[in-house]
């Protein structure tokens, strides 16, 4: 509990632009609990963030091995994967953010999460075919997956599949209506006189959706 106290005030203090306090108080979670995962991954985004505003090598080399230790706690970690392999593409090493994905992906195929990160890496590169083989592997996996659908329909937004994108965003709504990204994009798409099949969310919840701030927290 001490542990999950200091990562939510080292996500707080990141988040109101105090770097050096967050490292305190993921410090201190790691003080309490050295196996704790997310104080790992929380101190490895930091030093990140912080090694890319200042240029600083040295941090950014740190902060590759403190998401290496997150990782040899939780093989599955999602963001600390994500935070990886943003690290590889950082220092020019994109080669390796795709065999951090495909590895991942290949040691649990039954998880959806390694495919919709591999997705997000091939869609970032442009190679929007294997990015939509990705999302419907994950989507064979778990057709109940928000985050697959909300990618499915970033992907088809970016295609210019408008009427598919939002019936997507639709689908990721109905499963999980917290997320405010995805209530802007039906928002704006509707907006745009855009139609699908999928009409469970009127255009005035759309655009409530999409005022309401973001919650979600890395710890």
Not at 131 to 157: T, Y
């Amino acid at each position: 509990m001490a542990a999950s106290g200091y990562n939510v005030a080292g996500v707080r203090a990141a988040e109101e632009g105090q770097p050096q306090v967050a490292v305190t108080q993921f410090q201190k979670a790691l003080g309490h609990d050295p196996t704790n995962p997310d104080a790992y991954y929380n101190l490895a985004a930091t030093y990140h963030q912080m090694g890319k505003q200042s240029n600083d090598r040295n941090m950014m080399h740190q902060a590759e091995a403190l998401y290496n230790q997150c990782l040899d706690l939780d093989a599955n970690h999602t963001e600390c994967h994500r935070g990886l392999a943003v690290l590889l593409i950082d220092t020019q090493r994109s080669d390796s953010a795709f065999t951090l994905m495909e590895r991942w992906e290949q040691r649990s195929p039954q998880m959806a999460d390694p495919k919709i990160e591999l997705a997000r890496l091939y869609q970032e590169f442009g190679d929007k075919e294997n990015a939509k083989n990705q999302l419907n592997q994950a989507l064979a996996v778990d057709a109940n997956n928000p985050r697959a659908w909300a990618a499915l329909g970033s992907l088809r937004e970016q295609s210019g599949e408008l009427g598919q994108a939002l019936a997507n965003y639709q689908r990721s709504y109905q499963l999980n209506n917290l997320d405010s990204g995805v209530g802007s994009r039906i928002a704006s798409l509707q907006r745009q006189g855009i139609q699908s099949e999928y009409s469970t969310l009127s255009p005035a919840m759309g655009t409530q959706l999409a005022n309401q701030p973001n919650t979600r927290q890395r710890y």
